[in-house]
């Protein structure tokens, strides 16, 4: 068992080596989110905007969205993703006690004219993204280049049209090479840019 329990963690391991080397490389990753309504498997763009896609596998890999609620759901739109489950909270860092914040991170190939891309919600301030993320039901070409996007649903809208107020993200795990391809149903990146709305407190912003 001893034998078994070594192998198994020396394999996890080498497993987040795999996962932080491509990110070093700057390839692409693949997410995976277990929701209560089914998954959802996304692209995250870490070739075109390193920061934000880095700061958000990070939490990922953290297990910091394990078991976190979609505390907003529109007819545009779901966001999750605030550990206080009302658009209130940010991620806390723990080397400093203090909220971690993103400067806003712009890719004029990545935006929001289709139902699918992910971005970080922010507040009024462009750079008060911290861990908070929404992903489109439809276009909202109007948010283009007001919002830092990462990513884009490439398996599992109809989960993301399923969303409920209240549902969960059960897990999320950054998906190994050999089962993204599978997992993943295009792989060019996405069109430019989406709207917001009436500002929420802290991240919900639109």
């Known amino acids: 068992m001893r034998r078994l329990f070594i192998g198994l963690i020396a394999l996890a391991t080498s497993l987040v080596c795999v996962a932080s080397q491509s990110r070093a490389q700057g390839s692409d990753q693949f997410v995976l989110l277990q929701t209560t309504k089914g998954p959802i498997t996304m692209r995250i763009f870490v070739s075109m905007v390193p920061n934000t896609a880095g700061n958000f596998l990070d939490l990922v890999e953290q297990g910091f969205y394990n078991g976190l609620s979609w505390h907003r759901v529109e007819n545009w739109v779901i966001q999750g993703g605030d550990p206080n489950g009302n658009g209130s909270g940010h991620y806390m860092d723990p080397s400093t006690g203090q909220p971690k914040f993103l400067r806003l991170e712009i890719n004029r190939n990545l935006g929001h004219n289709q139902a699918g891309m992910v971005a970080m919600a922010r507040s009024n301030d462009p750079n008060s993204a911290s861990c908070q993320f929404y992903i489109l039901k439809s276009p909202m070409p109007q948010l283009n280049g007001k919002y ?54 802290a991240e919900s912003g639109f």
């Not at 649903?153 to 969303?163: A, K, L, R, S």
């Not at 950054?174 to 996405?190: F, M």
């Open 148 to 201: 830092a996007v990462f990513g884009r649903v490439t398996n599992g809208m109809q989960t993301v049209y399923n969303i409920r107020p209240g549902d969960r993200i059960l897990s999320a795990t950054i998906l190994q090479p050999n089962n993204s391809s599978s997992s993943a149903q295009s792989s060019g990146a996405p069109p430019a840019g989406e709207p917001a709305r009436p500002t929420k407190p």
